[in-house]
């Protein structure tokens, strides 16, 4: 085998066995069903964040709504206190 670099020839079973665990060790070598496990965490995982992140901008819309309102109502009330403010002036 002469287009192995030197010392690639002489590892044996004992040094593929070795190479083996080093790459799992380093994950560049993983049961694939354990990769299906943790793709599939992640993917539960990113749903429930998805689910928090919808129910947090509902409650956000529903605020903002809410204190549409708040100033639509101010508005009414510091107009209405303006022209109490007004009259008053006059008298």
């Known amino acids: 085998m002469e287009f192995l670099p030197?010392?690639?020839?002489?590892?044996?079973?004992?040094?593929l066995v070795v190479?083996?665990?080093?790459?799992?060790l380093l994950g560049r070598l993983i049961p694939r069903s354990w990769h299906r496990e943790r793709i599939a965490d992640?993917?539960?995982?990113?749903?429930?964040?998805?689910e928090r992140i919808a129910f947090l901008q509902a409650a956000l819309d529903k605020r903002d709504e809410q204190l549409?309102?708040?100033?639509?109502?101010n508005t009414v009330a510091v107009t209405a206190l303006e022209a109490l403010r007004r009259e008053a002036a006059r008298a």
């Open 6 to 15: 030197i010392g690639w020839s002489d590892i044996g079973a004992g040094g």
């Open 42 to 50: 992640k993917e539960g995982q990113i749903a429930e964040k998805n």
């Open 68 to 73: 549409s309102q708040q100033i639509a109502n």
């Open 19 to 24: 190479l083996g665990l080093l790459f799992i």
